[in-house]
Nanobody
Framework: QVQLVESGGGLVQVGGSLRLSCAASGRTIRSDTMSWFRQAPGKEREFVAASWRASGYTYYADSVKGRFTISRDNAKNTVFLQMTSLKPEDTAVYYC???????????????????WGQGTQVTVSS
């Protein structure tokens, strides 16, 4: 079992920045795929970014590419999402997820992940 706790959300103005953190406990997640998803009111949960296992490779949704950066600190069992140039459409609850068994072709699919945090709200005001 893995427990995930997100932090770092809040209210920010358009063009601002936030850094989200997701701390994992229960076991080491060094070899897991770690990802961020988000869900806006009335919309489905959507993929934001992923760090693929221990490869160092990262993947992003087109809507955040160039603005968001996913990183991980395996020594601290933590994954981060640095968000810059924030837009009103980035407003959502952000969730981190981890799973050791996600295959690359499913990395952008929420059902592929077994472990989820409780979410942290990000609100971008115009």
């Amino acid at each position: 079992q893995v427990q995930l706790v997100e932090s770092g959300g809040g209210l920010v103005q358009v063009g601002g920045s936030l850094r989200l953190s997701c701390a994992a406990s229960g076991r080491t997640i060094r070899s897991d795929t770690m990802s961020w998803f988000r869900q806006a009111p009335g919309k489905e949960r959507e993929f934001v970014a992923a760090s693929w296992r221990a490869s160092g490779y990262t993947y992003y949704a087109d809507s955040v590419k160039g603005r968001f950066t996913i990183s991980r600190d395996n020594a601290k069992n933590t994954v981060f999402l640095q968000m810059t140039s924030l837009k009103p459409e980035d407003t959502a609850v952000y969730y981190c997820s981890v799973d050791a068994r996600v295959i690359l072709s499913s990395i952008r699919e929420a059902p592929a992940y077994d472990y989820w945090g409780q979410g942290t709200q990000v609100t971008v005001s115009s």
